[in-house]
C-alpha cells in the first residue's frame, strides 16, 4: 500500500486530493496547523464526511477516513521522521503564500542523494507549479549539495478542479459538486502509482483550458457583479449587464485557446459550455432578484474576486490570453480585453486607495518585461482615470 503524506485539510484538500488518495487505495497521513479541525477529525475516528449536493440522493454523503492525522504545531518532528524513513510521496493542498513552510520541511528531510526516490504533487491550482516550488527548495537549501539533491526530486506541473466549499455549520463536512478533474505532468512522472491521480500528456493545454474558460470566468463575473451592486455569485450570473460585459471577453479568451495551444474550436466550445453550465450561466437572466432568494447564498463575490491586481500579472488568466491573440493571431480586435483589464486594474487602484501613478508603476513593474507586455502596458494606462 502507497503511503501519502498530505499537507492542507482546507476545503480542497479533503474535497478532492486526499479524496483521490483515499479511493486510490493510499495509507494517507494529513498535516495541518488547523488544531480545531484535526482534533475534530481525529475524534471522529480520523474521518470527516463529504456533500456532494449534486450526486444521487443516496451517493450525496460519503465518509473519508485517512490512517493518521498529524498537527504541524507539536509533530513536526514525527512528520520529518516519516518523511526520512516511510513516505516517498507528498500532496498538497496550502494557499500558494504557505507553501514555503512545507519547502522548508522538504528541504530539511529531503536533500539527500536518493531524493529522485521522492515526489511531490503540488495541488493548488497554481500556473507552473513545479517551476514555483523548486525556486522555493532552492531558497531552503543551505549549500549546493543540497541544493543539487533537492532538484532531483520528481514534482510535476498538475491540473486540479473541483467545487469544494467548507460547511460553516459543521466543521468536519465539506460542500463538493460531482465534477473533478486531477492530473499530473508526464514529462516529469510516467505514473504516480495513485489510481485517480494520472499522469497525462498535455498538461499544459489542459491547466490552460481549465484557468482560462472557468477561473478567468468565475473571476470576471464576481469582478463584473461587484460594480454593478450585485449581492452574491448567483445573482451576478443571472444579471443580463454582467453577461453583456463579461462573455465578449470571454470569446476572446476562447479564441486564445485555440491559436495559443492548438486546441481545437469544437474542444473549446465544448468546456466552455461545460464550465458556464457549472457556474449556472445555462440559466436565463433575471432582472429583479428578492432578498430573501438569495439569503442562503454563501458564495461572496469579494471572496471570489480577490487579489484581482495578482491575477493582471502577464501569465496570469486575464492577461496571457491577451498576450497569446497579440502574438499568435494579428487580425484579433484586441480593444474588448484591453478595456476590462483597464477596468480591474482600475478598481483595484480605488479599492486600494493609491493614485494613479502608484497603480501605474505597479502595472509596469508586472507588465514591462518584453514586447508584448510592454503592449498591454502602453494600452491600458491610457484607459486609467
Not at 450525496?60 to 507539536?74: D, G, K, P, Y
Request: include cysteine; hydrophobic fraction near 40%; charged fraction near 30%.
Amino acid at each position: 500500500m502507497k503511503k501519502v503524506l498530505h499537507f492542507g485539510v482546507g476545503a480542497l484538500g479533503r474535497g478532492l486530493t486526499i479524496y483521490s488518495l483515499v479511493h486510490s487505495g493510499c495509507e494517507v497521513y494529513i498535516a495541518d496547523t488547523n488544531e480545531a479541525l484535526m482534533d475534530a477529525i481525529k475524534k471522529n475516528n480520523n474521518t470527516y464526511r463529504l456533500h456532494c449536493v449534486d450526486a444521487e440522493a443516496n451517493d450525496q454523503h460519503q465518509e473519508i477516513t485517512v490512517h493518521r492525522v498529524l498537527s504541524m504545531n507539536n509533530e513536526m518532528d514525527e512528520i520529518k521522521r516519516l518523511l526520512r524513513e516511510e513516505i516517498d510521496t507528498v500532496t498538497t493542498s496550502v494557499i500558494q503564500e504557505n507553501l514555503i513552510h512545507v519547502a522548508e520541511i522538504i528541504a530539511d528531510v529531503w536533500n539527500t542523494a536518493d531524493a529522485d526516490n521522492n515526489m511531490i504533487l503540488l495541488c493548488e491550482n497554481i500556473a507552473s507549479a513545479s517551476a514555483y516550488f523548486q525556486g522555493l527548495l532552492m531558497k531552503c537549501a543551505h549549500s549546493k549539495e543540497q541544493r543539487d539533491n533537492l532538484m532531483k526530486i520528481r514534482i510535476p506541473d498538475t491540473m486540479v478542479d473541483r467545487g469544494c466549499g467548507k460547511n460553516p455549520k459543521d466543521i468536519l463536512e465539506v460542500v463538493t459538486t460531482e465534477f473533478k478533474e486531477i492530473a499530473v505532468d508526464k514529462r516529469v512522472v510516467e505514473d504516480t502509482g495513485i489510481e485517480f491521480i494520472p499522469a497525462v500528456d498535455h498538461i499544459d493545454s489542459i491547466f490552460a483550458r481549465k484557468r482560462f474558460l472557468l477561473n478567468t470566468l468565475s473571476d470576471a463575473i464576481a469582478f463584473t457583479g461587484i460594480l454593478y451592486q450585485c449581492r452574491s455569485f448567483e445573482e451576478a450570473t443571472l444579471n443580463s449587464d454582467v453577461r453583456d460585459a463579461v462573455l465578449p471577453y470571454m470569446d476572446l479568451v476562447r479564441r486564445s485557446l485555440v491559436v495559443g495551444y492548438g486546441l481545437s474550436e469544437g474542444y473549446v466550445r465544448k468546456w466552455s459550455d461545460i464550465y458556464e453550465k457549472r457556474l449556472g450561466l445555462n440559466r436565463p437572466v433575471c432582472k429583479h432578484f428578492p432578498h430573501n432568494e438569495l439569503a442562503e447564498q454563501s458564495r461572496d463575490l469579494s471572496n471570489i474576486a480577490r487579489n484581482m491586481l495578482r491575477k493582471l500579472e502577464l501569465n496570469e488568466r486575464f492577461v496571457k490570453p491577451i498576450i497569446l491573440l497579440w502574438k499568435s493571431d494579428p487580425a484579433a480586435n484586441l480593444d474588448i480585453g484591453i478595456a476590462f483589464i483597464a477596468k480591474i486594474a482600475q478598481y483595484e487602484k480605488e479599492m486600494r486607495k493609491i493614485s494613479k501613478e502608484e497603480l501605474l508603476q505597479k502595472l509596469h513593474e508586472m507588465w514591462y518585461k518584453d514586447e508584448a507586455g510592454i503592449y498591454v502596458y502602453q494600452k491600458v494606462s491610457k484607459l486609467i482615470i
